[in-house]
Every structure is written in C-alpha cells, then in structure tokens.
T-cell receptor, first 113, second 114 residues
Framework: AQSVAQPEDQVNVAEGNPLTVKCTYSVSGNPYLFWYVQYPNRGLQFLLKYITGDNLVKGSYGFEAEFNKSQTSFHLKKPSALVSDSALYFCAVRGFNDYKLSFGAGTTVTVRA | DAGVIQSPRHEVTEMGQEVTLRCKPISGHDYLFWYRQTMMRGLELLIYFNNNVPIDDSGMPEDRFSAKMPNASFSTLKIQPSEPRDSAVYFC????????????FGQGTRLTVV
C-alpha cells in the first residue's frame, strides 16, 4: 500500500522568508511524486512533479522540491515566500505500476506580511 | 482546452434524495478519478476509471454510491439516498498516466445534504 505523510498541519512564515513544506512517502518501487496547491473554494492546481532524473525539481510560481530517496522525502520549498502563497498544499504519490494517486492530509501555509 | 468541467458547482439537497454529480474530463485523457474532500478525512479517492472501465472502487464508502463512465467524455457519481454525512466537496480529475503525467482537477462540486 502507498501512503503520504505531511507532518505539519500548518506552516507560518513571514513574507520574504524561506518556506518549506514537508512530505514523506511510502510506495513500492520507484515513485512518481507531485505537489498541488489549493486556494479557497478552488480545485487543486498542479505545482511540480518528480518522475526521474535530477533530485531537485522546479515548478510553478518559484516553487521547487527536493527528492531524497534514502529518506523517502519530497519537501516543497520556496526561497522567498509571498503573502499570495498562503493556501493549502498537498503532496501526492503513485507507484510506477500503480495508477492510484494518493494524497497527504495537506498543510495550510500562512504567509504574513 | 477548458480543463476538467464539473457540474453543478453547488448542490443542496434534502436527506433521502438522489444526487448526481457530473464530470467532463479533458479530451484525450484515459484515466478519470473521483475524490471526496472533507475536513475530517482530507482527500479520499473514491473510484477511478481507465478507458471508461472502473478499475478500483474500493474507496466508495457504501452501496449508496455509484459511478459510471458511459463514454470517454462523461462520468457521473450518484448518491442514492443521500445522507447529511455525505456533505463534502467532490472532485473529478483526469490524466494520462503514461510517463508520470500529472492529474488535472475540476473545480469541484460542493454538496450539502440537509
């Protein structure tokens, strides 16, 4: 069975400071990993993904994420957070031969001005 | 492409009534997923289809829930009879799965059962 853990329900940072949202996963074989963002009353928007290759992947809106196979982690990062980054962030995983996409519980990010 | 389209955006119904949620996936996508989002349970995968065929419905909570995909451009999720605990936001998503393509989500249907 595959699963995703987002250990922090909430992350609070000041605007301009670096932002990190943590994610660890469990899956058989090589993983496909994804980050999504959800704004109030909206659907989930894709941010970035890791399929293979470089462990550091870059995505939309200045976000990036680092894949660490030994720690089974895929943390989302942004060097300088904006107030507009305040939203609910989801990490998701699926296995190479498994088409079921499993989501973490989500982390609410609040960036204060 | 307009993306994944769900209707209605909001639905309020009385307990015991039948509710039908609709989804139009992105053209050409061969996988379709139905998710439910609640504060208590987060995002739950209810069922997914490949080429219109249901592959895994293990997330469907009860026999009151059913889903169909009669063709590649349309899917429905039906709840009959509805109960207050079914109140949630229901999302439809579609994707190519090959090559690790991401899933694209609709705007969701907010269901309230009173």
């Amino acid at each position: 069975a595959q699963s995703v853990a987002q250990p922090e329900d909430q992350v609070n940072v000041a605007e301009g400071n670096p932002l990190t949202v943590k994610c660890t996963y469990s899956v058989s074989g090589n993983p496909y990993l994804f980050w999504y963002v959800q704004y109030p009353n909206r659907g989930l928007q894709f941010l970035l993904k890791y399929i293979t290759g470089d462990n550091l992947v870059k995505g939309s809106y200045g976000f990036e994420a680092e894949f660490n196979k030994s720690q089974t982690s895929f943390h989302l990062k942004k060097p300088s957070a904006l107030v507009s980054d305040s939203a609910l962030y989801f990490c998701a995983v699926r296995g190479f031969n498994d088409y079921k996409l499993s989501f973490g519980a989500g982390t609410t990010v609040t960036v204060r001005a | 492409d307009a993306g994944v389209i769900q209707s209605p955006r909001h639905e309020v119904t009385e307990m015991g009534q039948e509710v039908t949620l609709r989804c139009k996936p992105i053209s050409g996508h061969d996988y379709l997923f139905w998710y439910r989002q609640t504060m208590m349970r987060g995002l739950e995968l209810l069922i997914y289809f490949n080429n219109n065929v249901p592959i895994d419905d293990s997330g469907m909570p009860e026999d009151r829930f059913s889903a169909k995909m009669p063709n590649a451009s349309f899917s429905t999720l039906k709840i009959q009879p509805s109960e207050p605990r079914d109140s949630a936001v229901y999302f439809c998503a579609s994707s190519f799965i090959r090559g690790g393509t991401e899933a694209f989500f609709g705007q969701g249907t907010r269901l309230t059962v009173v």
